[in-house]
């Protein structure tokens, strides 16, 4: 099983970027998905998820600007991030929880990241 993320750049600030992200391999199913980021000198934190489900979860420095989606029949989670600010510069990793097939365990699963970049 493996995630693997599309979509990061350069952007102005106030453009926007799609991120999406594709889970493959022997996948029996997948509970929540989601997003999270690094920027250089901080620790990871969460930017969105979304729940099999369930509600979407967003930070609070994202509500308003950024949109979680997921499109269950091809395994693929997008973050479409709008209205993009400099404070959003950072490494965007995908994350998602997968039980494999043949398992009856859910394992949680990291994309590689994607970089993005707000800057004039």
């Known amino acids: 099983v493996q995630l693997q993320a599309f979509g990061g750049g350069l952007v102005q600030p106030g453009g926007s970027l799609r991120l999406s992200c594709a889970a493959s391999?022997?996948?029996?199913?997948?509970?929540?998905m989601g997003w999270y980021r690094q920027a250089p000198g901080e620790q990871r934190e969460l930017v969105a998820t979304?729940?099999?489900?369930?509600?979407?979860n967003y930070a609070d420095s994202v509500k308003g600007r950024f949109t979680i989606s997921r499109d269950n029949a091809k395994n693929t989670v997008y973050l479409q991030m709008n209205s993009l600010k400099p404070e959003d510069t950072a490494v965007y990793y995908c994350?998602?929880?997968?039980?494999?097939?043949?398992?009856?365990?859910?394992?949680?699963?990291w994309g590689q990241g994607t970089e993005v970049t707000v800057s004039s």
């Open positions: 391999g022997s996948i029996f199913s997948i509970n929540a």
């Open positions: 994350n998602a929880q997968i039980m494999p097939i043949g398992t009856i365990r859910w394992n949680d699963y």
């Open positions: 979304a729940p099999s489900g369930g509600r979407t």
